[in-house]
């Protein structure tokens, strides 16, 4: 019997994300988590891309290409590491979620990232390149109302997004999304530290080489 579309988990998720995802891990906790973890990496890596201003060195294609070779890589990546790390900062919290839930919740969580598909088609059809440069002529002249209704719509979308995503990792962890959102903080602490102290390490040796 085919499920209509609107009670399919990835459209349902966004109205009820804990009774979705504890219908998943009840039944199979991995579920998509791969294909979703992947395809999430891809759409997370071009909002990235966005930001850094890249088209101005790169073409269109191979800014695509690189987010298709490396996005999926960068997903799996988060869904295992990024799950670890969620489990064992959930526990700080009074969280029970085992390491397959946690995973489960941060694939399931990241689906409405994944209709961001939805703005990246069009926009990408009608401003190709401009999408990742500081100058943006096609943008600039878009009337100022729908400029402001995009923006809100962004805006929207992102907090919705966030909220899901504290829901998806408070119902594996079986808490609230507040002790959602304080795991999650600690856990990018954490991750950020990881990345910062070598750095810094680094840079602090490479400046001692210098004075001798």
């Known amino acids: 019997m085919k499920i209509p579309f ?12 804990r009774q979705v995802l504890r219908g998943i891990l009840d039944s199979d906790p991995k579920r998509n988590i ?10 997370n890596l071009m909002d990235r891309v966005q930001m ?22 960068i997903g799996l990546a988060y869904l295992y590491l990024g799950g670890a790390l969620l489990t064992w900062t959930g ?26 598909v939805l703005w990246w088609v069009p926009a990408l059809l009608y401003f190709g390149n401009e999408m990742f440069t500081k100058i943006t002529p096609k943008m600039d002249a878009l009337p100022a109302g729908v400029s402001i209704l995009l923006g809100f719509g962004m805006i929207v979308f992102y907090g919705c997004e966030f909220v899901v995503d504290l829901k998806c990792l408070g119902e594996a962890h079986r808490f609230s999304a507040w002790k959602a959102l304080g795991a999650s ?26 004075l001798f």
Not at 34 to 43: K, N, Q, R, T, W
Not at 91 to 116: I, K, M
Not at 188 to 208: D, E, V
């Open 91 to 116: 526990r700080w919290f009074g969280g029970t979620g085992t390491q397959e839930e946690v995973r489960a919740a941060c694939a399931w969580g990241a689906v409405p990232t994944l209709w961001e």
């Open 34 to 43: 791969h294909s979703l973890a992947m395809a999430g990496g891809v759409l």
């Open 52 to 73: 850094s201003s890249v088209g101005e060195h790169f073409s269109l294609e191979a800014i695509l290409l690189f987010s298709l070779s490396v996005g999926p890589l």
């Open 185 to 210: 903080f600690i856990a990018r602490l954490l991750m950020i530290s990881c990345w910062l102290i070598p750095t810094a390490m680094l840079y602090g040796i490479a400046k001692l080489y210098e």
């Open 6 to 17: 609107f009670d399919q988990p990835w459209v349902r998720i966004w109205a009820r994300p």
